[in-house]
């Protein structure tokens, strides 16, 4: 059975802009499947491919140089899980089984030195991280739990940037009732990714959950702050503020929840 992703778990997964991953799909960088709905399912390679194009990005190549890097290692049939792609000042270098390119042109380069992985931006320890986060979801949608929580805590282990494999281990931790250990796991997770209305959602449920309902209230504000759209964070927020007895402040947060969902 193979694993797919939509595309807002991508876009929490490679850390790239919604417009940046659509501009990839158009260009055929990457070819998503479909789903029953129409949705676009992504698949492992494409999200080797993805974060490969985040890597870039961040090394300063621009964006017409990281898609035809890509598409032009797509056409030599290179395997993303097998190639390693760096910048070296404002163009793409590609090495796989001992041979060199620039990425953009085909054209192979001698080496004349041994190369440094300085450089490198996609590395067999995140492609593993990958396959083991993949597993995760696997194990979980057929509920084994256990296997789950050891599949994406090796996924961490090899690649503490993989932002879906937080989330998704703290939400697995809270709904099997240890959200002692989902609020340990999410205070290490915001403290990489301090924007993330995922992780702070998450954070907020674990604070229900145990009690803390102060906790849970100021996340979810956190959460909305950062989001003003998240529909279910006013909803929780507003049933928060109901049961302490805020009638007031619980209507703007329903009102705000009926606008948005209608």
């Known amino acids: 059975m193979t694993s797919s992703h939509t595309l807002r778990e991508v876009l929490d ?27 676009y399912r992504f698949g492992f390679r494409d ?8 890597a870039l990005r961040r090394s300063n190549v621009s964006a017409g140089r990281v898609k035809e890097s890509l598409l032009r ?13 760096c910048a070296e000042g404002r163009h793409v270098v590609a090495r796989a089984d ?19 992985n300085a450089g490198e931006v996609v590395s067999h320890g995140r492609v593993d991280a990958y396959r083991h986060y993949e597993a995760g979801r696997l194990h979980e949608r057929h509920a084994r739990n256990r296997e789950a929580e ?19 281990l703290s939400a697995l ?18 403290l990489r ?30 959460c909305i702050a950062l989001d003003p759209l998240n529909a279910d964070a006013h ?7 109901d049961c302490a007895g805020r009638a007031q402040d619980a209507l703007r947060h329903y009102n705000q929840y009926r606008m948005i969902t209608s």
């Open 98 to 116: 001992g041979r060199e390119w620039q990425a953009e042109t085909g054209q192979m380069r001698f080496q004349l030195s041994e190369p440094t």
């Open 193 to 222: 990714f301090p924007e993330s209305t995922a992780l702070l959602f998450n954070q907020a449920l674990a604070f229900e959950d145990v009690g803390d309902c102060i906790g849970a209230q100021r996340a979810y504000q956190d």
């Open 13 to 39: 997964i490679v850390a790239l802009p919604r417009a940046a991953v659509m501009g990839l799909v158009a260009a055929g960088v990457v070819a998503p499947s479909r789903g029953s709905h129409g949705e």
């Open 173 to 190: 931790l809270c709904d099997r009732g240890d959200c002692g250990e989902a609020l340990r796991i999410l205070a290490e997770a915001r």
């Open 73 to 85: 290692t797509k056409a030599l049939e290179s395997d993303p899980a097998s190639t390693s792609l």
């Open 235 to 241: 909803f929780n927020l507003g049933r928060l503020f």
């Open 47 to 54: 999200l080797v491919v993805l974060r490969t194009a985040a």
């Open 150 to 168: 050891k599949a994406y805590r090796a996924a961490l282990k090899l690649d503490p940037t993989l932002h879906a494999a937080w989330v998704d």
